[in-house]
């Protein structure tokens, strides 16, 4: 699950030249929302098969809807429809990255003193997000703490680029439904001499036709500190 692979040195510091730009500071939050759904696709080549779905808790339907009450917002899925598919991965994985935005979001308010703000967005194209930002607080200048979950089917055009890396795709009437989410936050403390920090957790999944149930999967973890 080492993540370093698939930054060169070189992106690192692209990113984080961007990131602590004064300018791109706003965009930047937006920008990885956006981002994250075309990274999802762009980097879907190193799948792997379902190892890591012990890692993963499981939660059961009572448990659901009481860890749902204490999330930032309700969960961009349905409470119903992830009681009703509980064991499923996307939605395990919609319950951790909700949780751990609560848990992140909380701390950094015990610190900062400020509140975040929080803005639940809805794509056209589908998808849902969960965005929690705080503002000149205390300690940070800008911390945002961002959550997409997209359901949807994997255009020709995503499938082809990912067969021209070796993924054999072969989808029911040609239809491959995929499930991506994550969990992202850039933060900009005030002092000068903190580094932003930057971290970036994603799933995508993609069902597939030749073996019932058969889904390729991958889990991405990528974090770093900028000067
Ligand atoms: C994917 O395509 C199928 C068949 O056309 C459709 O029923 C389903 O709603 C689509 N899924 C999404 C998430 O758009």
Redesign the pocket.
Known sequence: MGSQRYWSADNVQRYCKSATGRTRRGALLVAGVAAAVVGFVASASHFQRAEMATMIPKTEETEISEKCKKFMSPPCTDVKVLQQKKEGMCTRMEMLIMETQAEFCRALEEVDGGKFKVDKWERKE?GVGISCVVQDGKVFEKAGVNLPVV???LTEEAAEQMRSRGKVLKGK?G?L?FCAMGVSSVIHPKNPHIPTVHFNYRYFEIEEEDVPGTKQWRYRPDSYLCQ
């Open positions: 589908g359901f949807g089917n009437d239809i439904p």
